[in-house]
């Protein structure tokens, strides 16, 4: 049984920083990349940033300078450093397994509220 458990939102003013984390427990190995994803009320959920086993990065052009993806191998954990946040940002952040035995996994979620 694998288990991603998201943590770090809450209600943050524009120009601010948040740091999200996500950390997977279970039998956890052969995990190939992890994203952050979000959904915004009313629209689609999102891929917001990546990350590769190998380190490579990937962000949406919405995010790009503003947030930083990272993981700690060690600890399981993924981040997502999230700073000049704009109401724009606001949604329910996920974190999900996307390449390797456990893709398509994913957490349950975070709010993540920007207010103007």
């Known amino acids: 049984h694998v288990e991603l458990v998201e943590s770090g939102g809450g209600l943050v003013q524009a120009g601010g920083s948040l740091r999200l984390s996500c950390a997977a427990s279970?039998?956890?190995?052969?995990?190939?990349?992890m994203g952050w994803y979000r959904q915004a009320p009313g629209k689609q959920r999102e891929m917001v940033a990546r990350?590769?086993?190998?380190?490579?990065?990937n962000y949406a052009d919405s995010v790009k300078g503003r947030f930083t993806i990272s993981g700690d191998n060690a600890k399981n954990t993924v981040y997502l450093q999230m700073g000049s946040l704009k109401p724009e940002d606001t949604a329910v952040y996920y974190c999900?397994?996307?390449?390797?035995?456990?893709?398509?996994?994913w957490g349950q979620g975070t709010q993540v509220t920007v207010s103007s």
């Open positions: 999900k397994i996307d390449g390797g035995w456990y893709a398509g996994y």
């Open positions: 279970g039998s956890i190995f052969n995990v190939t990349a």
């Open positions: 990350i590769t086993s190998g380190g490579s990065t």
